[in-house]
């Protein structure tokens, strides 16, 4: 009987591959193992598989397998089940999903790089003849490619070659395809054996006297052992003796040291004992009391707690529970490196057991997250991650704790798979038959709209922990400042008087601008002529600092300009301002205060976040300036006046969850005020102060606007009462998107009439030379979602056979946000 197995391909295609096995491999395989793969002509592929079976595949004749590459499935069956309906739901390949799921370390494909290992000499005659041909072409060439040692050997299975030269430490593997990822060793030392009685110990140290520095080295380890049971760094101990690697060297030559070494973890925990979990306060008790209760009927809770209610607090108690268990927690956070507060937090409680998945971490860092979670190690009970930890390869989840659940970064933009974190978790909870809690202190339309459905539970929390009132929120009129002269570049009086007091009270302020840069549009007063961007349709925005033009859309840059480009005149203006200028002038307002920065531009880099917050947290900073960074979660003791310095431009954003949006950040970043003691205070300068957002930020109404945002979506149909699957149509040329975009929404008002909108331009309709066009399919809450991603495929499908479109790329985009 002949064997097959389906695999995926971290490839865009949206079919599984068939390949031939023999019947040993079908014995041995199991779906979620790897194995190398030819693909085309000539390119090879680390595959995923599937499924193992006996049909034969109708069209095509399977090609045999390279190689199997794993002993143990390194994909579990619960994630493939996960996979699939990523896949289907958002309208994405299973390739797509692997792609985003697993660690790059475990792909290997053509492009896999090898070079020879300079530091190991090599005797030819060691070597068979196909891998001496390979060793000789690497002395004319640095490196070579999977793909050109095909050619060399003239042969498609070359991996086992590799293999064999790899084992020789003949050459070593850029990407290496066994395991790229080696877990990092720490070399640590200790006495020698002989050397653990106190007599002799004694006698090593009378030894030693003529040689001083060494026996000062074995009494540094002697009461460095003294004081701990943990094993002991080499680095350590060079430095706690303050003697050098030599001598260190010469006393392990003597047998006297003894060294080892340690894998260690990356994410490593420092602390010693954990402490005791907090006595949650009458509130958050009842309203933990309440999840539970809630629990015993919904698969899925929403806690509404306003900020700086302890929501943390009642996540830990729930945490603690599920620990008990001997099970897994999945923790969501919107954006990891704005958590460390967070992971101290936790780290305190439960020591060891959380484990952080970062955006940022290396490949070999994540591999090493990987395992743990899969493993079900002691390292891995608590894992806190953002939006890409949902694939993880989790073992027993017990609970799903979803933070900020109204947070727009937890919906994947670009590439594929496009999806929602906080929905894919539930499902993934769903999966493990597990509850899913979501907490926000501004719920989303959607969870809030659920929970009046009844699909989710609700539970409320309404008062800040330690009874601190909400802050007391001042709306100020700019157009009436500005009128009666009461401005100060972008300052009005009312925030300059309570910046004077707040410092002189020695307490920080908070001053938020939704913008970075300096000012967004340079202007030429004679001509109106403003600087655009080449790749893109949009003004280039001034960055004093650096004294450039950007784009915040593709990265160019230029010089500034020193007159206009069109008219040559010397004379322009800045319209609309960033956070750098409020930096400017706050440091030319307040010239003894400290001022900071927190932005994109101030933050790239691994640790770029951490030194604002920390230097902020320390109060070394008095004033810190920011986009919505600001806004996520950050919990600071002694912030008592937020300035927001412009509410208009959020407001007046052209997209339909502009007013959600608004009111979310304001009452967030509000949130940032008095959390301790004291009531904080918040000022919003803004031209319009009877706007409904406005209002219901300032009196803290969540419901008032829920029920007129609702109305709302409800009348123009938009989401949580109809759902939204967003189609962009992409290319370099103008007319292909205009003719290509228009047979799409035609084919798609046949079938979906009045529900289809569009085609149109986005307010920036040309990013990276790409001119784009937008439809929008609205599906009624009665229609089919899954019939009419059917229809919709089809459509697409259709499309992909016209001759003059198959260029044009089309976004399939579920639950756009
Ligand atoms: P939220 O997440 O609702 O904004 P946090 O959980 O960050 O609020 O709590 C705000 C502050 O109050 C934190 O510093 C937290 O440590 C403190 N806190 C909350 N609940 C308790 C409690 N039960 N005991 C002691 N401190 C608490
Ligand atoms: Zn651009």
Redesign the pocket.
């Known amino acids: 009987m002949p064997y097959f197995i389906d695999v995926i391909l971290p490839i865009p295609l949206p079919k599984l591959f068939t390949y031939s096995v023999t019947e040993a491999e079908a014995d041995f395989l199991k779906s979620g193992m790897r194995v190398s793969v030819p693909f085309g002509k000539s390119k090879i592929y680390t595959a995923l598989v599937y499924s193992i079976h006996n049909n034969e595949p109708l069209i095509y004749e399977a090609k045999v397998i390279h190689q199997i590459l794993d002993e143990t499935p390194v994909i579990t069956q619960m994630q493939l089940n996960h996979w699939q309906w990523i896949a289907e739901y958002y309208m994405c390949t299973l390739g797509d999903v692997m792609r985003a799921a697993i660690p790059n370390a475990f792909i290997l494909e053509s492009e896999t790089v090898i070079s020879r290992n300079t530091s190991k000499i090599i005797n030819d005659e060691d070597l068979k003849d196909d891998e001496f041909l390979i060793y000789d072409a690497l002395h004319h060439q640095s490196s070579l490619k999977i793909q050109e040692i095909v050619s060399i050997l003239d042969k498609k299975n070359v991996l086992p070659v590799i293999k064999r030269l790899i084992d020789k430490e003949v050459v070593t593997v850029e990407e290496e395809v066994y395991e790229k990822y080696k877990p990092k060793l720490v070399r640590y030392v200790k006495l020698g054996t002989n050397y653990s009685s106190e007599i002799k110990l004694q006698e090593l140290l009378e030894e030693l006297s003529r040689a001083p520095k060494q026996r000062e080295v074995v009494l540094t380890l002697f009461s460095m052992s003294a004081q701990t049971k943990k094993p002991i760094k080499v680095s350590e101990l060079t430095k706690k003796s303050d003697t050098s690697a030599a001598i260190i060297k010469s006393l392990i030559d003597k047998n006297i040291l003894e060294e080892y070494h340690l894998q260690i973890d990356r994410i490593q925990y420092s602390g010693e004992e954990n402490n005791p979990i ?4 009458e509130p ?1 008790f009842k309203a933990y009391h309440e999840i539970q209760e809630s629990f015993k009927t919904n698969q899925i809770t929403l806690l509404h ?1 306003v ?7 009642i996540y830990v108690k729930l945490i603690e529970e599920v620990l008990k268990e001997g099970k897994q927690v999945l923790y969501l956070v919107p954006e990891i490196a704005l958590t460390t507060q967070l992971v101290n937090r936790l780290q305190d409680y439960f020591g060891e057991k959380v484990v952080v998945f970062h955006s940022k971490y290396s490949s070999q860092e994540r591999v090493e997250v990987w395992n743990h979670v899969l493993e079900n190690s002691s390292k891995a009970q608590v894992i806190l991650g953002a939006r890409s930890s949902v694939l993880l390869p989790f073992y027993n989840l017990g609970i799903v704790i979803v933070d900020e659940e109204h947070e727009a970064s937890y919906k994947q933009f670009d590439p594929a798979p496009r999806y929602h974190a906080r929905d894919t978790a539930i499902v993934l909870a769903h999966l493990f038959q597990c509850k899913t809690l979501l907490g926000s ?1 501004t719920p989303s339309l959607e969870s809030y709209y659920n929970t009046k459905q009844n699909k989710y539970g609700l539970v409320e929390l309404h008062t800040r ?1 330690n009874n601190v009132l909400m802050p007391e929120i001042e709306l100020v009129d700019v157009k009436d400042k500005h009128k009666r002269k009461r401005m100060t570049g972008h300052f009005s009086d009312r925030l300059i008087e309570e910046m004077t007091e707040t410092l002189k009270a020695g307490h920080q302020i908070i001053l938020f601008q939704n913008r970075r840069g300096f000012s967004p549009i340079i202007e030429c007063i004679t001509c109106g002529h403003a600087p655009q961007c080449p790749n893109c349709d949009v003004s280039l925005t001034y960055h004093q600092y650096k004294d450039q033009l950007r784009c915040h859309y593709c990265g160019y840059y230029s010089v500034m300009i020193k007159a206009c480009e069109a008219c040559g005149c010397i004379d322009l203006d800045n319209k609309g301002f960033g956070t750098e200028q409020v930096e400017e002038e706050v440091k030319d307002l307040f010239p003894d205060s400290k001022v900071a920065r927190m932005d994109l531009d101030t933050t790239r880099g691994k640790y770029g976040y951490e030194k604002i917050i920390t230097a902020f947290e320390q109060q070394e900073v008095d004033i810190l300036v920011g986009t919505q960074m600001l806004t996520k ?1 950050l ?1 600071f003791r002694h912030v008592k006046l937020v300035g927001i310095m412009n509410a208009d431009n959020m407001l007046n954003f052209p997209d339909f969850r502009a007013h959600e949006r608004s009111f979310q950040l304001m009452l967030q970043v509000s949130g940032r005020a008095g ?1 301790t003691e004291e009531r904080g205070k918040v000022l919003i300068q803004t031209y319009n102060p009877y706007h409904n957002i406005l209002q219901q930020v300032s009196t803290n109404s969540y419901v008032e606007m829920y029920k007129e945002q609702l109305e709302e979506r409800r009348n123009f149909k938009y989401p949580p009462v109809y759902r939204l699957i967003k189609i962009t149509i992409k290319h370099r040329d103008y007319n292909k998107v205009n003719q290509g975009a228009d047979w799409y929404a035609k084919s798609l008002r046949i079938i979906f009439k009045t529900d289809v909108l569009g085609p149109e331009f986005p307010p920036v309709s040309r990013i990276r030379n790409q001119y784009i066009k937008h439809i929008l399919v609205k599906i009624p809450p009665k229609q089919s979602v899954s019939k009419t991603k059917e229809a919709i495929i089809k459509i697409n499908n259709s499309f992909s056979t016209v001759k003059d479109f198959r260029a044009v790329r089309v976004i399939l985009n579920v639950d756009n946000y």
Request: proline share 0%; no cysteine; aromatic share 6%.
């Open positions: 907090k006595i949650l306060n958050q707690g900020t700086s209610s302890g929501k943390t607090e202190a922990y979660g919990d959390r």
